[in-house]
């Protein structure tokens, strides 16, 4: 959700602020700019729409000369995505521009005060407030302008901050959004995401809450919210752009749905020593196991599904009541959580605002907290007790995929090493479920190798509404599913608990109605079957998905997807990835703009 950059350093900032504003573009947005300091004037270019019209309207940055500036990629929360609320803002004397991921919730109070005391506006956005304040507590020192200006603002910022009194320096400010430093040599940068860094610099510094830097071509210094200067590690980035680039395929999807053996392996190996998991540093022993009485897991969007699929493995194996909440819900809930609750919060990219909300009410009232994240140093994975990383690689495209599964992969892991150490499962089933899980990542490419059909079912089955339904671990992965195919193809699409098909929803069942039904839950397998008769009978058109040679739902389904056997609780990591292909191919048919769906962000880091 939005995206900044900025760069201070010998040659023209133009062309390498266009650059990391297009590896920022998977985060959504609907319009970009730059600004960039040249002598004593900050020269400011924005447009609505797409970086390439950016390109198109400076030349790729010829026609805006300087060494240092700011560039922002907007998705609109205040105010329309028009070019005057697009980013960069400038000050009323014209001494500084802004750029701002974020949300301003005390924005209104502020602009009243401004407004009262002359400052004009130009646009409807809550970020202008932030330019003003800092023309109003400008006195000659920038540090100090922007110490008092942060000491205003409520709510969610990263800032990119230019001033004309300071020809080669930039200051950047973080309170609960993303911000990166990038550490060359001669030459200095800033993003909301290291994606936009990888082709510039691997040594990176990730500022926390509260903290300012402050940017020369030669020197990078690091202030807390006291205005004291601080020492922070540099963290090397070790993968590089081309894991980033598309790599032969049509779309980052689809790699990344290609990807998804490779980065499971990644997110299982190492951790898999013999006949034991290695929870990465930390280990939790078992009478520290056995002092909880529930497990929490919350998330949001994809990571939630990930969650309800993880909850029925870590219930099972280790005999644990698990709630699984929406952390925008949970965040509100009064939640019954103490020192007895283990959390575990799931987010991609580790800076969803929601799930940073719930973690910290959840934490304030003694609970353990463990971060499964993809991505080193953000929010989530320095806020929790323990972290786990997903180690997923660069997930460009804006609808996650092999983010989810090796969110999956990471929760069998801890439901096995759980079970484990609480001796909840006896040794021979451990070792079963172990070498199964071992086995997951090939089960992944044959689920992708024996399905070429795809492409013509998405066709058959996208032409309308479609309704997914399943029962238990079923029942996740058809949340996941539906989610796919309406956040990319734009269809709506709908998932049901099967058993719940008479309750009401039958009554949507009509000649001709898609359904795609779950069949992966054998000790279900009879109950779903009466489900997919039940739809048949009045009307509908039912493509299964089930065990590869499950003879019984052939003779009922229309069309059937077939994946590899596995043990139920692991059929949910090998079900999602047809689902996945399926939307794919449905969102390529409707022509949709599938790696940057309409009105989606990446990380969703305001409320």
């Given at each position: 959700?939005?995206?900044?950059?900025?760069?201070?350093?010998?040659?023209?900032?133009?062309?390498?602020?266009?650059?990391?504003?297009?590896?920022?573009?998977?985060?959504?947005?609907?319009?970009?700019?730059?600004?960039?300091?040249?002598?004593?004037?900050?020269?400011?270019?924005?447009?609505?729409?797409?970086?390439?019209?950016?390109?198109?309207?400076?030349?790729?940055?010829?026609?805006?000369?300087?060494?240092?500036g700011i560039g922002h990629t907007r998705w609109a929360t205040h105010g329309a995505p028009t070019d005057f609320n697009a980013h960069p803002h400038l000050s009323n004397d014209g001494r500084f521009a802004v750029v701002h991921n974020g949300i301003i919730e005390n924005y209104l109070a502020l602009r009243e005060e401004l407004i009262a005391e002359d400052?004009?506006?130009?646009?409807?956005?809550?970020?202008?407030?932030?330019?003003?304040?800092?023309?109003?507590?400008?006195?000659?020192?920038?540090?100090?302008?922007?110490?008092?200006?942060?000491?205003?603002?409520?709510?969610?910022?990263?800032?990119?901050?230019?001033?004309?009194?300071?020809?080669?320096?930039?200051?950047?400010?973080?309170?609960?959004?993303?911000?990166?430093?990038?550490?060359?040599?001669?030459?200095?940068?800033?993003?909301?995401?290291?994606?936009?860094?990888?082709?510039?610099?691997?040594?990176?510094?990730?500022?926390?809450?509260?903290?300012?830097?402050?940017?020369?071509?030669?020197?990078?210094?690091?202030?807390?919210?006291?205005?004291?200067?601080?020492?922070?590690?540099?963290?090397?980035?070790?993968?590089?752009?081309?894991?980033?680039?598309?790599?032969?395929?049509?779309?980052?999807?689809?790699?990344?749905?290609?990807?998804?053996?490779?980065?499971?392996?990644?997110?299982?190996?190492?951790?898999?020593?013999?006949?034991?998991?290695?929870?990465?540093?930390?280990?939790?022993?078992?009478?520290?196991?056995?002092?909880?009485?529930?497990?929490?897991?919350?998330?949001?969007?994809?990571?939630?599904?990930?969650?309800?699929?993880?909850?029925?493995?870590?219930?099972?194996?280790?005999?644990?009541?698990?709630?699984?909440?929406?952390?925008?819900?949970?965040?509100?809930?009064?939640?019954?959580?103490?020192?007895?609750?283990?959390?575990?919060?799931?987010?991609?990219?580790?800076?969803?605002?929601?799930?940073?909300?719930?973690?910290?009410?959840?934490?304030?009232?003694?609970?353990?907290?463990?971060?499964?994240?993809?991505?080193?140093?953000?929010?989530?994975?320095?806020?929790?007790?323990?972290?786990?990383?997903?180690?997923?690689?660069?997930?460009?495209?804006?609808?996650?995929?092999?983010?989810?599964?090796?969110?999956?992969?990471?929760?069998?892991?801890?439901?096995?090493?759980?079970?484990?150490?609480?001796?909840?499962?006896?040794?021979?089933?451990?070792?079963?479920?172990?070498?199964?899980?071992?086995?997951?990542?090939?089960?992944?490419?044959?689920?992708?190798?024996m399905n070429y059909q795809l492409p013509t079912l998405s066709r058959r089955y996208s032409s309308r509404s479609l309704f997914f339904i399943g029962r238990n671990t079923d029942y996740a992965v058809a949340l996941e599913g539906a989610l796919k195919m309406k956040e990319i193809s734009y269809l709506h699409a709908e998932s049901y608990a099967a058993g719940?098909?008479?309750?009401?929803?039958?009554?949507?069942?009509?000649?001709?109605?898609?359904?795609?039904?779950?069949?992966?839950?054998?000790?279900?397998?009879?109950?779903?079957?009466?489900?997919?008769?039940?739809?048949?009978?009045?009307?509908?058109?039912?493509?299964?998905?089930?065990?590869?040679?499950?003879?019984?739902?052939?003779?009922?389904?229309?069309?059937?997807?077939?994946?590899?056997?596995?043990?139920?609780?692991?059929?949910?990591?090998?079900?999602?990835?047809?689902?996945?292909?399926?939307?794919?191919?449905?969102?390529?048919?409707?022509?949709?703009?599938?790696?940057?769906?309409?009105?989606?962000?990446?990380?969703?880091?305001?409320?």
């Amino acid at each position: 959700m939005c995206g900044i950059t900025g760069f201070t350093g010998m040659h023209p900032a133009a062309p390498v602020l266009l650059n990391g504003l297009s590896r920022l573009e998977y985060r959504g947005y609907d319009s970009a700019g730059i600004a960039v300091l040249n002598g004593n004037a900050i020269h400011i270019e924005k447009v609505s729409g797409r970086i390439a019209k950016l390109y198109e309207k400076t030349e790729g940055g010829k026609t805006v000369p300087g060494t240092i500036g700011i560039g922002h990629t907007r998705w609109a929360t205040h105010g329309a995505p028009t070019d005057f609320n697009a980013h960069p803002h400038l000050s009323n004397d014209g001494r500084f521009a802004v750029v701002h991921n974020g949300i301003i919730e005390n924005y209104l109070a502020l602009r009243e005060e401004l407004i009262a005391e002359d400052y004009i506006f130009h646009s409807e956005t809550d970020t202008e407030v932030i330019v003003h304040l800092l023309e109003k507590y400008y006195t000659g020192d920038i540090k100090a302008a922007v110490m008092k200006t942060a000491s205003r603002l409520e709510g969610s910022y990263a800032l990119g901050i230019l001033c004309t009194d300071a020809p080669d320096t930039l200051f950047a400010v973080r309170e609960a959004s993303p911000l990166i430093l990038g550490i060359g040599v001669g030459e200095q940068y800033f993003s909301s995401d290291v994606t936009a860094l990888i082709s510039l610099t691997k040594n990176v510094i990730y500022l926390e809450d509260g903290e300012i830097a402050c940017l020369t071509p030669d020197h990078v210094t690091v202030y807390d919210c006291t205005g004291k200067e601080i020492t922070k590690p540099i963290s090397r980035v070790t993968w590089n752009v081309e894991a980033a680039e598309k790599g032969g395929y049509e779309h980052f999807m689809l790699k990344e749905i290609m990807e998804q053996p490779a980065a499971v392996k990644a997110a299982l190996t190492s951790r898999i020593q013999g006949e034991k998991i290695r929870l990465d540093d930390f280990e939790l022993p078992a009478e520290i196991l056995r002092s909880f009485h529930k497990i929490i897991i919350t998330a949001c969007g994809s990571a939630y599904y990930a969650g309800c699929s993880g909850r029925y493995a870590i219930e099972k194996l280790c005999h644990l009541p698990v709630e699984v909440e929406l952390a925008s819900e949970l965040r509100y809930a009064d939640p019954l959580v103490d020192t007895h609750t283990l959390v575990l919060v799931i987010s991609q990219s580790g800076e969803t605002a929601d799930s940073i909300a719930a973690l910290k009410e959840c934490r304030a009232r003694g609970a353990t907290i463990i971060g499964i994240v993809n991505v080193v140093g953000s929010t989530i994975a320095n806020l929790a007790d323990y972290t786990l990383y997903t180690r997923a690689g660069p997930e460009i495209a804006v609808a996650t995929t092999k983010g989810f599964t090796t969110q999956l992969a990471v929760l069998y892991l801890i439901a096995l090493s759980f079970a484990e150490k609480l001796r909840s499962i006896s040794p021979e089933v451990y070792s079963s479920l172990l070498w199964e899980l071992k086995q997951v990542p090939k089960y992944i490419q044959q689920s992708i190798d024996m399905n070429y059909q795809l492409p013509t079912l998405s066709r058959r089955y996208s032409s309308r509404s479609l309704f997914f339904i399943g029962r238990n671990t079923d029942y996740a992965v058809a949340l996941e599913g539906a989610l796919k195919m309406k956040e990319i193809s734009y269809l709506h699409a709908e998932s049901y608990a099967a058993g719940e098909l008479k309750h009401g929803t039958i009554a949507l069942i009509e000649n001709g109605q898609p359904v795609i039904a779950v069949c992966c839950n054998e000790a279900l397998a009879d109950k779903t079957l009466s489900n997919v008769v039940e739809v048949k009978a009045r009307g509908a058109k039912v493509l299964a998905l089930a065990f590869h040679g499950n003879s019984r739902i052939i003779s009922q389904a229309d069309d059937v997807i077939f994946i590899p056997r596995i043990s139920t609780i692991f059929s949910p990591i090998l079900a999602v990835v047809p689902l996945q292909l399926l939307a794919y191919y449905a969102a390529k048919a409707h022509n949709c703009d599938i790696d940057k769906p309409k009105n989606l962000a990446k990380s969703v880091t305001v409320e």
